[in-house]
């Protein structure tokens, strides 16, 4: 069976500073990765994919992700944290064709001034 | 032009009563799913359709039922509520057929709240 792990419940970052969230995924066959974002009270917005091809993929707001197979993990990182980047990031393993996303717990991200 | 829309955003409601959520989507997309988020915001899937057909359904119980009247529609009926029903209920949809890799798009979801 398929399973994320995301080992932080919480992170505080300062605005302006380097932030990477971890990924560790459990999967059979070919992952298909997802980094979503959720502000509060809001529904999922996604930040970034991962199908194939590159390892290093971009995504929206300055967002990054770095699938790497052999650890089994898609950390997403981000150079500098504004304090708009203040939401809980989830990271979502599925598949190709008839296939629903399994999340983990989700990361809560704190921007500190 | 929201892609992916729920109504009610808000539902209060007694234990025993019957509700449904009702969800749509403009992106022309072939499946659609509803997930749940508990307490902790822990997000599982509940259902998956496409164009209209069940496919996936996970453990839950039979009080709730989802109805896909088209394929841009998915709603979500539970009869009996019950305390533990208290969630955020999110609809999503993805092209598979054809597409890529499933990416889905998320309504902003349902609060449901049972006294």
């Known amino acids: 069976a398929q399973s994320v792990t995301q080992p932080d419940i919480h992170i505080t970052v300062s605005e302006g500073a380097s932030l990477e969230l971890r990924c560790n995924y459990s999967?059979?066959?070919?992952?298909?990765l997802f980094w979503y974002v959720q502000s509060p009270g809001q529904g999922l917005q996604l930040l970034l994919k991962?199908?194939?091809?590159?390892?290093l993929v971009q995504g929206i707001k300055g967002f990054e992700a770095e699938f790497k197979r052999s650890q089994s993990s898609f950390n997403l990182r981000k150079p500098s944290v504004h304090w708009s980047d203040a939401a809980e990031y989830f990271c979502a393993v599925g598949a190709r064709g008839y296939s629903t996303l399994t999340f983990g717990k989700g990361t809560m991200l704190l921007v500190s001034p | 032009d929201t892609a992916v829309s729920q109504t009610p955003k808000y539902l209060v409601t007694q234990m025993g009563n019957d509700k449904s959520i009702k969800c749509e989507q403009n992106?022309?997309?072939?499946?659609m799913y509803w997930y749940k988020q508990d307490s902790k915001k822990f997000l599982k899937i509940m259902f998956s359709?496409?164009?209209?057909?069940?496919?996936i359904n996970e453990t839950v119980p039979n009080r709730f039922s989802p109805k896909s009247p088209d394929k841009a529609h998915l709603n979500l009926h539970i009869n009996s509520l019950e305390l533990g029903d208290s969630a955020v209920y999110f609809c999503a949809s993805s092209q598979v057929s054809g597409g890529v890799g499933n990416e889905q798009f998320f309504g902003p979801g349902t609060r449901l709240t049972v006294l």
């Open positions: 991962y199908f194939s091809g590159d390892t």
């Open positions: 999967y059979g066959a070919t992952p298909y």
């Open positions: 992106l022309g997309h072939d499946t």
């Open positions: 359709y496409n164009n209209k057909e069940l496919i």
